[in-house]
């Protein structure tokens, strides 16, 4: 209401983004959009994006982040170009990186709003929900499962119930690296209102949107695709309208009734991570934990070779 609106689409295929920014443009006309390519696999490509965005003098803060790329479900094992598994490269480290090196804008946009409503939002999934914590011993799935730490094995009947064969003997399934990649979503969103809530009024919350048809299971193999489709069949989940599945996102970005994690009914950062459009308490204990996130934010540093001590 005070200048300009403007908002900016990031993704890896322009012409897709041109076709999102067109479709909004006929409905919103009196909005500013702006493309930013970004190939969240690559740290290079991440820091080329933050660097345009931060370039851009005529946008000068950020009041909303939504971190909601990803890719999922690969049939085999992949690093990427920085030498990491795929899948959370993408989903966690290039987030992780972007949301840092543009944070002086959100900083900025904060100097001017009321605390919390600047907000750094985290889509995740069902994951934190069916994960006990990340496989800090293993982050790049070389390892059988079964020789894993207790703690850090996955859930084998979940893997079953996706259609993995002896998920024991396995060093990488794609459920797993896709969960380990979701629960760090959270975590990083814990991180971040844990460094900046206090001092900026930063908020950063995670959530669960919902299971929708989109190309996030492009790459799955169709015997997952089977197993997937058997489980909805038998009532585990139904599918939601691309509506529906952005509102939970949209009150995590809006609703001002929303605020940082507190300790509730034993639970560490109880209102961090959020479900059908509600706060959501069934998230494991160590995907909601500050230490888990501190020791996750300082990983990520590691991987991208860089401290951020906001």
Same mark, same amino acid.
């Given at each position: +209401?005070?200048? =300009? @609106?403007?908002?900016?689409?990031?993704?890896?295929?322009? +012409? %897709?983004?041109?076709? +999102?920014?067109? @479709?909004?443009?006929? %409905?919103? =006309?009196?909005?500013?959009?702006?493309?930013?390519?970004?190939?969240?696999?690559?740290?290079?490509?991440?820091r080329t994006a933050a660097a345009q965005l931060m370039s851009w003098s005529d946008i000068p803060t950020i009041d909303i982040l939504v971190n909601s790329a990803g890719i999922a479900l690969l049939p085999e094992r992949t690093l990427s170009i920085d030498g990491h598994e795929i899948i959370f490269a993408t989903n966690h480290i290039g987030h992780f990186l972007f949301t840092n090196l543009i944070i002086p804008k959100l900083i900025k946009a904060a100097e001017h709003s009321p605390k919390g409503n600047t907000r750094v939002i985290n889509v995740s999934s069902l994951s934190p929900t069916k994960t006990r914590q990340l496989r800090w011993s293993d982050?790049?799935?070389? %390892?059988?499962? %079964?020789?894993? =730490? #207790?703690?850090e094995q996955p859930d084998y009947d979940l893997q079953r119930g996706w259609?993995? #064969?002896d998920p024991e003997n396995k060093s990488y399934t794609p459920l797993e690296a896709y969960n380990m990649s979701k629960v760090a979503n959270v975590l990083f969103g814990v991180g971040v209102t844990d460094r900046l809530y206090k001092k900026y009024g930063i908020l950063s919350l995670a959530l669960h949107p919902g299971v929708i048809q989109t190309e996030l299971a492009r790459n799955a193999q169709p015997e997952i695709i089977n197993a997937v489709n058997i489980l909805r069949e038998n009532g585990q989940y139904a599918w939601r309208s691309l509506a529906a599945g952005a509102s939970t996102t949209t009150v995590a970005a809006l609703d001002p009734k929303l605020g940082p994690g507190e300790t509730k009914d034993g639970k560490e950062n109880w209102g961090a991570f959020l479900s059908d459009c509600q706060i959501c308490g069934d998230a494991m204990p160590l995907t909601v934990s500050s230490s888990e996130a501190d020791k996750l934010w300082k990983y990520s540093e590691e991987v991208v070779k860089q401290k951020f001590d906001w």
């Open positions: +209401s005070q200048g =300009p @609106a403007h908002l900016i689409i990031t993704g890896r295929n322009m +012409s %897709k983004l041109q076709e +999102s920014i067109d @479709a909004m443009k006929a %409905k919103y =006309p009196d909005v500013d959009y702006r493309a930013l390519h970004i190939d969240l696999s690559s740290q290079q490509a991440v982050m790049n799935f070389e %390892k059988l499962n %079964k020789d894993l =730490p #207790e703690e259609g993995f #064969e």
